[in-house]
């Protein structure tokens, strides 16, 4: 494996411990407080299982060829390649058709576009989420105590926004941040429900 595909499953088994750590945690201060699950509690779980599905996917990706290894044989290059060119024919939605029908001329586009605009709008909603509850927030009669693990909960986010506006060079990269940037919504949206465990 390359250095990208080794942190990538370093930071999968970091963010899935963290994750099944912070749900713990959300479940014990509702249970603590009383409270029953409501619809966010479900809803946090169910993004749990979310999550370890798109890791379980991601490191699918990591072993295969282009998210994560480096073949020196030129023989295994091309089976990996070969490989990855029949799993690729299972994508009817976006290619089926001009597969199966000469008469639509197809064209090609950069796989990377789509990633960029997903990334770009991701970007946006994150920035917003950051920004938009601040003012409000300064404006809460609250302990020092408290301002601060509110302020923490918004940086960790701001982290997230900080280190991903790089343009990735491979697709590797993309499932790295990824992992990143889902393990830290999780664990972000588990923070709020915490003062009762303080």
């Known amino acids: 494996l390359q250095i990208v595909g080794q942190t990538t499953i370093r930071l999968i088994t970091v963010f899935l411990v963290l994750s099944a750590i912070s749900q713990v945690f959300r479940l014990w201060a509702r249970y603590s407080e009383g409270l029953h699950m409501g619809a966010d509690d479900w809803l946090s779980v169910a993004s749990l299982f979310a999550f370890l599905g798109y890791c379980g996917e991601v490191l699918v990706c990591v ?17 990996m390649s070969n490989r990855y060119l029949k799993a690729r024919f299972a994508d009817p ?26 990334g770009f709008l991701d970007r946006l909603v994150e920035i917003a989420i950051q920004w938009l509850p601040g003012r409000r927030i300064c404006d809460l009669q609250l302990s020092r105590r408290k301002m601060l693990a509110i302020l923490a909960m ?10 991903t506006l790089t343009s990735p060079v491979d697709y590797g990269r993309v499932g790295l941040w990824s992992v990143v940037n889902l393990g830290l919504a999780i664990i972000c949206s588990c923070l709020p ?3 009762g465990l303080l």
Do not use: M
């Open 63 to 79: 072993h295969t060829y282009y998210a994560g290894q480096v073949y020196q044989d030129s023989g295994k290059t091309e089976r």
């Open 93 to 118: 939605i976006i290619y089926g058709i001009h597969f199966w029908n000469r008469s639509i001329s197809g064209y090609c586009f950069s796989a990377q576009i789509p990633f960029l605009i997903l």
């Open 193 to 195: 429900t915490y003062p």
């Open 154 to 163: 918004f940086l960790s986010g701001f982290s997230v926004v900080s280190s």
